[in-house]
């Protein structure tokens, strides 16, 4: 048998449907630390990523049937672990509340310093990040991480596209205060 690198993940999915193990094994190997990273930008506890991430695979493998006619596997697990975490953050009552009409256009206030602070290290980044509200990370962490664009995480969270564009910016200016405060730039 040929090793799993060189498995496609369509042979992968006939394993699972055929009950094989090394189909499970697989796919769950190939994606589990790539889903895991996409859960965990939206839950702060390891420990909950961790049980959704699970729950996520129990979900796909308990009926490998379903798997027919899946096309991306990673992209539809994603969405679904995606989905799960939103889930899970509404049930620890986490609000995504809607900004109705009000809107801020587009880099309006571009500054190429502000551009320049990316550019900075990324464990600041990432803490900077993780000192988000929840709503502020979610939609952040979706739109530069995940590639959603405003539109879908609209739909996913129930909110208006300009919402969801108003609180990835506030969400993005803060990021940027919280590295001007670390004097990355005066």
Known sequence: MRTTEKITDQELILLCIEGRNAGYTGLYNRYARKIYNSISRIINHTGEAEDILQDIFCTVFSDAAKLKGIISFEAWVRRLAIN????????????????????????????SEDADIFDCRVNDVKKSIEELSSGYKTILNLYVFEKMTHEEIAVMLGLSASTVRTQYHRAKKRVLLSLKDKCYYE
């Not at 009552?93 to 571009?110: H, N, T, W």
Request: aromatic share 8%; proline share 0%; net charge negative.
């Open 84 to 111: 799960r975490s939103i889930s899970h953050l509404r049930k620890r009552k986490i609000i995504f509340s809607d900004l109705g009409d009000e809107d801020v256009q587009d880099e309006a206030d571009y500054n």
